[in-house]
């Protein structure tokens, strides 16, 4: 009999979580067009979230730094707390929320916003709560001491 695979068990990509329904309310509002914002806020506003979203880059160089994988779905060989990790537990995560409201705010549409809360829970209980779990078996001690210290999300 083997054993499990070590690893998270996310239920999918997270990438994958944001952008699938990203992509249906975009096409939504190409269907029925509902604005967010009077001008000049969409040009403001949606440059300065994609900017925030970029938040995900030194977390993914620091991921590399550690010489461990950055996908939740392959094993962990690094506990990464450096970079943007000393901040939050998941920057790549608030990065990719900030891209989501980035790319809303810039299109100047509503569709994405209903979805957005659907998707942080889907985040959380499908993805966050298993690399968790997975973090504390795989690191123990060290991983429980960096979780005390730093903020799950902001």
């Given at each position: 009999?083997?054993?499990?695979p070590d ?8 990438p994958l979580i944001?952008?699938v329904?990203?992509l249906?309310?975009l096409?939504l509002?190409?269907?029925?067009p509902r ?5 000049p806020?969409?040009?403001?506003l ?5 900017v ?16 461990t994988?950055?996908?939740p779905w392959k094993?962990?060989t690094a506990?990464?707390i450096s970079?943007p990790?000393?901040?939050?537990r ?7 929320t ?8 810039w ?13 942080l ?10 690399e968790?779990?997975y973090?504390?078996r795989r ?11 730093v903020?799950?999300?902001l």
């Amino acid at each position: 009999m083997t054993s499990p695979p070590d690893i998270p068990g996310v239920i999918a990509p997270p990438p994958l979580i944001f952008g699938v329904p990203l992509l249906l309310a975009l096409l939504l509002h190409a269907w029925v067009p509902r604005g967010l914002l009077p001008a000049p806020w969409p040009g403001i506003l949606g440059p300065a979230c994609v900017v925030l979203g970029l938040l995900a880059l030194p977390a993914l160089f620091a991921f590399r730094r550690a010489g461990t994988r950055p996908e939740p779905w392959k094993p962990s060989t690094a506990l990464v707390i450096s970079g943007p990790y000393r901040f939050t537990r998941n920057p790549m995560y608030v990065g990719m929320t900030f891209l989501y409201l980035g790319i809303t705010c810039w299109v100047n549409t509503l569709w994405p916003l209903p979805l957005l809360p659907l998707v942080l829970v889907v985040m959380q209980y499908g993805v966050i709560v298993r690399e968790e779990a997975y973090m504390e078996r795989r690191f123990g001690e060290a991983y429980r001491a960096y979780r005390a210290r730093v903020r799950r999300w902001l």
